[in-house]
């Protein structure tokens, strides 16, 4: 029926302005693939607004189980692309796991992830916190407020447990990067032993984004990193207090990406181009005159066959607050960033940042040199893909060309110190230095090697 729908939707559409402009299209019916959550809205918008149909488009969205089943989708074919984790196409392509050439060439969000706690690891913690003068807790909260607890935990004997998404989810790095700030160290991967738990203080395992509230409740874990709306679940059903934003964590980091095939990129380049124009549409609608359209959005979002969480759960985050405790709410305006800030531009240092996270834990068992990280940066992420798009939408009226960053050579300024949590500049160009800088994880020639590190 949906399909029916789209079809009929298009024969009305094929007078449009923007239709009329667009590409000659090698393949015009595409099935993408996503998973539960709030940052998938660039594919439901361009879907719902009618952008993929503008472009001679007729789209199929279908939820995924999880991300291995998404990812496998993509590879096989039964997917001609996906709502992905940024390091899912990088990981594919240099064979960690799943091997296989994923490119992306449109960065779908930045920001919009949360780690929440259980109650009683939220009370256990918080008389390690700093109050402000209201009583409230101070943020950002530092992980060296669990370590205390943590250290607790293992004197009881008891393993300190947290859920993450995926091993190359940006919330496995994120909750890493978070513990290891605070001194607790997240665990080693290894050739031999990729459950990542190798010298572990907190052990991360996977539990899928819907699953996480129940698992939290049900006691398998005490905590967990995860996107929206799973941590404002928590707050509502009254089982878990995010203590941290992954925007206070490092501003404005960069999320998910829209994954396709090196293959389907070469063998259907106008179709390429036209759903990256569609979802460079959707971006801008998300975050045009100030938000302006959340509440919309937030209303598309809540629907059965997208994320399926209720309108107030979703809008908690959405339409720039968010909720710690219970009526503890924070002005967050750049929660969920979908164009602002040249969001939607797939940047090398993006890359280059999941990659390093990568060689810090042992995902990547040796040392690499700083061309080497240049090099997979540049084959997965495809700025000159999203560029062509743009100007077409520009040419056609649809977007404004100061929205772009035209003379970019694909890396970002270094992020300052003061805008992550240790305190620690990333810069991209420069992936070893970056490493070597950080206290906990492997830097210079070190390797994993049994239940140590050696070199």
């Known amino acids: 029926m949906k399909k029916l729908l789209l079809s009929l939707a298009a024969s009305t559409a094929l007078v449009s302005p923007a239709l009329a402009a667009s590409l000659a299209l090698e393949k015009d ?44 989708g993509v590879i096989g074919g039964q997917l001609d692309g996906a709502h992905m984790l940024a390091g899912q196409p990088l990981a594919a392509t240099i064979g960690f796991g799943t091997e296989a050439h994923i490119i992306t060439p449109f960065s779908m969000d930045l920001n919009g992830n949360g780690i929440t706690v259980s109650n009683e690891v939220w009370e256990m913690m918080k008389p390690n916190i700093p109050t402000m003068d209201d009583g409230r807790p101070q943020h950002p909260i530092s992980a060296e407020a669990l370590a205390p607890v943590v250290e607790q935990y293992k004197s009881e004997g008891k393993p300190f447990n947290m859920g993450m998404v995926f091993p190359v989810s940006t919330h496995n790095y994120e909750l890493r990067y978070w513990l290891a700030a605070g001194g607790l160290h997240p665990g080693y991967y290894s050739p031999e032993n990729v459950s990542g738990q190798i010298g572990a203080d907190v052990f991360l395992s996977v539990t899928p984004p819907p699953q996480m509230p129940a698992t939290l409740e049900a006691g398998t874990i005490n905590g967990y990193c995860v996107g929206e709306p799973w941590n404002q679940q928590a707050v509502f059903k009254g089982i878990g207090v995010p203590v941290i934003t992954d925007y206070e964590l490092w501003k404005n980091n960069p999320e998910k990406v829209f994954g396709i095939t090196a293959e389907f990129a070469e063998q259907y380049p106008n179709t390429t181009r036209a759903v990256t124009k569609a979802l460079i549409r959707a971006a801008i609608w998300l975050d045009e005159n100030d938000n302006a359209n959340r509440p919309e959005a937030v209303e598309i979002l809540s629907r059965p066959e997208y994320v399926g969480a209720d309108y107030d759960v979703i809008a908690n985050s ?52 700083d061309s080497w990280y240049d090099e997979v940066a540049k084959s997965v992420y495809r700025p000159d893909i999203y560029l062509e798009a743009a100007k077409m939408l520009v040419d056609e009226g649809l977007a404004d060309s100061a929205d772009f960053p035209w003379d970019s050579d694909g890396y970002k300024a270094a992020t300052p110190a003061e805008d992550i949590i240790d305190g620690i500049a990333f810069d991209g160009r420069t992936p070893n230095a970056y490493l070597e800088s950080l206290p906990i994880g492997l830097k210079g020639e070190q390797v994993v090697v049994g239940a140590g590190v050696e070199g």
Request: glycine share 6%; hydrophobic share 45%; aromatic share 20%.
């Open 29 to 72: 019916e595409l099935t993408f693939g996503f998973i539960k959550l709030t940052d998938m809205a660039p594919l439901a918008v361009a879907y719902e607004q009618g952008y993929f149909l503008d472009e001679g488009l007729f789209v199929t969205l279908e939820a995924q189980a999880n991300w291995k089943v998404l990812l496998d």
């Open 318 to 369: 959405m339409t720039g607050t968010f909720e710690y405790e219970k009526g503890d709410k924070r002005e967050v305006p750049d929660f969920n960033v979908f164009f602002r800030y040249n969001a939607t531009y797939p940047f090398y240092s993006d890359a280059v940042w999941y990659l390093t996270q990568m060689r810090r834990w042992g995902q990547i068992a040796e040392a690499k040199s």
